[in-house]
């Protein structure tokens, strides 16, 4: 029988008793969804699935949207890969929303972990809507209705300043121009304000000179992920998270020195923010 059970106080909790192998029923995947607008973060443990029926999951909930900047796994063109070693680096250091340069930044995201260091490498994940409750009444009256800019190139700016980086990132650039979103954003299933707002992709606030858009932003962004407001995943091997993209930020903790890390990963496509 499927349990949903909170393990963390802002957000996050553990799902058991389900085996994503196989079909989901309906009842149960209504569980999840509300699962995931409850708690914003879920954790399977032991799911050994392969990349078409991680595909197929995420088809549960919406369509796929492919990321642009990481490559394919060979089972599935919709599961990409996120690998770092002492090839290849983590180049991802900051807190983020997940490709909020698109006009429809994802719904979700689901991550499985296929190879997991012996020490470190967790993910860290932030309740925008604990954030945004915790700030005052005058500061949440101040920031809604205020637009901000959102860049792919800003946020992906050390991949683009590799040798060749410009090449290979060429179409995402051109597929991506900047775009603008609520800074406070409602959730399109239970309808609660959260920030919407990160400091890896979110540029400037339209209606604010550069230096009061600039002092807002900190000043949000070291709001959000205060630690009261955060969850913390401890990765195993087969481990499968899923984000709700629409009301947390994370960060990974890059502690694992030179330690693989590979990690296959699905983004579901969402609407635009209001």
């Known amino acids: 029988m499927l349990s949903i059970t909170r393990i963390g106080g802002a957000l996050g909790a553990e799902v058991e008793g389900i085996d994503l192998r196989l079909a989901v029923p309906d009842d149960t995947f209504a569980q999840l969804q509300a699962g995931l607008v409850e708690h914003q ?25 492919i990321h642009p900047a990481y490559p394919a796994t060979a089972q599935s063109e919709e599961v990409r890969v996120l690998e770092h070693s002492a090839e290849r680096p983590s180049k991802i250091e900051k807190w983020h929303t997940d490709m909020t ?25 932030a309740s925008m809507t604990a954030a945004f409750a915790g700030l005052s009444d005058r500061l949440q009256r101040f920031i809604d209705g205020l637009r901000a800019e959102h860049a792919f190139e800003h946020g ?46 979110t540029t400037r606030i339209l209606e604010l000179p550069e230096a009061e858009s600039r002092a807002v932003l900190e000043l ?9 407001y955060t969850f913390r995943v401890r990765w195993q091997l087969h ?19 030179l330690a693989h890390r590979m990690m296959h ?10």
């Open 41 to 65: 973060v879920l954790v399977f443990r032991d799911q050994p699935i392969e990349p078409p029926q991680l595909a197929a999951l995420a088809h549960r909930f919406g369509e796929v949207e």
């Open 101 to 125: 340069f698109r006009a429809r930044p994802p719904l979700g995201t689901l991550l499985h972990g296929r190879v997991i260091p012996a020490v470190g490498g967790d993910t860290l994940f």
């Open 156 to 201: 992906f700016r050390e991949s683009l300043a590799e040798p060749g980086g410009r090449q290979r990132l060429a179409q995402a650039l051109r597929d991506n121009p900047p775009v603008t979103h609520p800074v406070v954003r409602r959730h399109p299933v239970d309808g609660r304000p959260s920030l919407f707002v990160n400091e890896l992709f």
């Open 220 to 228: 949000l962004w070291q709001r959000a992920v205060a630690a009261e």
């Open 239 to 257: 481990t499968l998270v899923m984000w709700d993209n629409r009301s947390t930020q994370h960060r990974p903790v890059n502690d694992h020195g």
């Open 265 to 274: 990963r699905v983004t579901i496509a969402g609407d635009e923010p209001r």
